[in-house]
């Protein structure tokens, strides 16, 4: 069954550095998803993206964090400096259509900013 | 505004007792009801979905939802839990915007404990 995947699965930076996760989603899919969770607690949307802009972002999703899909394939959140309430687990999705056939979760890239 | 609620931080059920775990909803138009369990320290994990048709929908693991359009709800349902079914349950409805924004809106969760 096809799957989202996600890199690294942890990364651990400093306060103030940049981090890229990566995400590569299902290969015939159009439409992805950026999503955050802090420790077991709600999930938080951050961004969506088709047709290589921004669908829509959150209040969370600040002018530190961006999106790229460079290659076609990948699918990228940068964040510029983190800071510590940045540590959560993130999590990218894909979805075929806009969500009739479901969304595919990665299984996630637990950042944690000391 | 699209909402999802799940008035249940925690159900705790014995194991080979049925469960249930509450999901309401608001949302304009037909609703897309999404159900994704997370064990610890891991990924979301699809369930079920409810996108039209029968109201009682089949998942994963002997999973079921039933939707009620008149009470605007989507329980999970199971009728007999497991031990390993002890995980964090999320109820999602997709929003319904302009354009192609078709995020999900995400209830707080319901953790559930199955005791042996």
């Known amino acids: 069954e096809p799957e989202v995947t996600q890199t690294p699965s942890h990364q651990v930076t400093q306060m103030g550095q940049e981090v890229i996760l990566r995400c590569v989603p299902i290969?015939?899919?159009?439409?992805f998803y950026w999503y955050r969770q802090i420790l077991g607690q709600k999930v938080e949307f951050l961004v969506s993206?088709?047709?290589?802009?921004?669908?829509?972002k959150s209040e969370i999703f600040d002018d530190q964090f961006s999106v790229e899909r460079p290659d076609g394939s990948n699918f990228t959140l940068k964040i510029r400096s983190t800071k510590l309430e940045d540590s959560a687990m993130y999590f990218c999705?894909?979805?075929?259509?806009?969500?009739?056939?479901?969304?595919?979760f990665g299984s996630g890239t637990r950042l944690t900013v000391v | 505004a699209q909402s999802v609620a799940q008035p249940e931080d925690q159900v705790n059920v014995a194991e080979g007792n049925p469960l249930t775990v509450k999901c309401t909803y608001s949302?304009?138009?037909?609703?897309?009801l999404f159900w994704y369990v997370q064990y610890p320290n891991r990924g979301l994990q699809f369930l079920l979905k409810?996108?039209?048709?029968d109201n009682l929908v089949k998942g994963s693991y002997g999973f079921e939802a039933e939707f009620n359009k008149s009470q605007t709800s989507f329980h999970l349902k199971k009728p007999s839990a497991l031990v390993s079914d002890s995980a964090l349950y999320f109820c999602?409805?997709?929003?319904?915007?302009?354009?192609?924004?078709?995020?999900?809106?995400w209830g707080l969760g319901t953790s559930l404990a199955v005791n042996p």
């Open positions: 409810y996108i039209t048709g």
């Open positions: 993206f088709y047709n290589n802009e921004i669908s829509e």
């Open positions: 999705a894909s979805s075929e259509s806009k969500g009739r056939d479901g969304y595919t």
């Open positions: 949302v304009s138009g037909n609703p897309y």
């Open positions: 999602a409805v997709r929003d319904i915007g302009a354009g192609n924004n078709r995020k999900l809106i």
């Open positions: 290969s015939n899919h159009l439409y």
